[in-house]
């Protein structure tokens, strides 16, 4: 084979190679759902259909996600077909005549990157785009992995109580003795003793909660930059956590995971956060969003062998305009990671939970 043949052939194999990576891709954003509806004509009753599917995919939304479509929803049933695609009518029943009817399935698929798009699109049209220093935002990550568990044992505390009872009578006679023959002779009255006895057990047990030790996650800026650059990407501001430290006089983010980590309620003591927040109006920032992640649990995965980290992160979102700082919006989300040795398990676990945090703040909580 010359060179110009085994190019034409490198080319060809990384065309498929591109095709088959957009294709799955867009596989990957899309959610297939069903729906079914009923009109005078076909026509009618497919777009009834297809809008019937739309609504099942909401169905499985929740949060201000859900609300933010539902607010905004004539935009997106107006050009349905862009949101509603690789339609495939799976029955058909139509009646002829004079109130003629037809009722047609379908299977389709919600191009949900479509979806994102149109969220973005209407966050920035209703201010999420602006580039006021009045809407600079200030975001905290803070992350902690459990290093171990002590587990306790099931404490059992017995008690026993005795009663010991005593009857009876006895009488005795003098011995008598002659010694004509050289014997002897005595008599007694017989003892007669009863005893009685009776014990009563009791007891009490307790049980102990496991303790989960916490230590901080060692990498706490790559968390951070990581979801601000999400952030940036979709037309929200926020001040990088150095810039704080260094005009603000907050601390900087690492004392926040330790102490998160030492926490026996998972939470920042109520003076450091108190103290943070007037530091961060006093800058003139006027949004201030939490997240608190944790890596809590490991346990091998019985289908892969890897390593599978579990966790929970908490969301909240702050309006530092008035007197107190106010809670405008919060959300809570699991997330998992997996790998073949366990720090790498943690890594991932909080590579992912640092994207959910990003997209809850793009769509869920839209800082309004």
């Known amino acids: 084979m010359n060179l110009p043949q085994l190019k034409n052939l490198f080319l060809h194999s990384v065309l498929i190679c591109s095709l088959a990576l957009g294709s799955s891709m867009a596989m990957a954003q899309q959610k297939f759902v069903r729906g079914q509806a009923t009109d005078s004509g076909k026509e009618a009753a497919l777009t009834k259909a297809k809008v019937a599917a739309w609504k099942n995919y909401l169905g499985t939304l929740s949060g201000a996600k859900l609300d933010n479509i539902i607010s905004n929803e004539k935009t997106f049933l107006d050009d349905i077909n862009s949101y509603v695609v690789d339609v495939t009518v799976v029955d058909e029943k139509c009646t002829s005549g004079f109130s003629s009817t037809c009722t047609i ?67 005795s006679a003098d011995a008598s003795a002659s010694n004509r023959s050289g014997s002897a002779e005595a008599s007694a009255d017989a003892v007669s003793v009863t005893q009685t006895s009776k014990t009563v ?17 060692a990498n706490i800026d790559d968390l951070q930059n990581r979801v601000g650059e999400t952030l940036t990407n979709n037309n929200i501001k926020t001040v990088p956590w150095e810039e704080l430290v260094s005009n603000c006089g907050v601390s900087d983010n690492d004392p926040f995971s330790k102490m998160y980590a030492e926490s026996e ?104």
């Open 105 to 171: 399935s379908i299977k389709a698929a919600i191009n949900e990157s479509m979806v994102e798009s149109r969220l973005r699109q209407t966050a920035k049209s209703s201010g999420g785009g602006k580039t006021s220093d009045a809407d600079d935002i200030a975001f905290l990550v803070m992350a902690r992995v459990a290093d171990s568990q002590t587990s306790f044992d099931t404490k059992v505390t017995k008690r026993a109580e005795a009663t010991v009872g005593t009857s009876g009578t006895s009488a």
């Open 201 to 217: 057990t009791g007891g009490s047990q307790e049980n102990k909660r496991d303790r989960i030790k916490y230590v901080a996650w």
């Open 265 to 368: 309620t998972g939470q920042l003591p109520s003076n450091i956060r108190t103290d943070t927040f007037k530091k961060i109006k006093e800058c003139q920032l006027s949004k201030f969003i939490l997240a608190s992640i944790e890596v809590d649990g490991y346990r091998s995965d019985p289908n892969t062998g890897l390593w599978l980290a579990t966790g929970n992160m908490n969301i909240t979102a702050y309006d530092l305009t008035g007197r107190f700082a106010r809670s405008i919006g919060s959300a809570n989300r699991t997330f998992s990671g997996r790998a073949e040795k366990l720090n790498d398990a943690s890594r991932a676990a909080l590579a992912n939970a640092a994207k959910v945090a990003a997209d809850v703040v793009v769509n869920q909580l839209n800082l309004k």
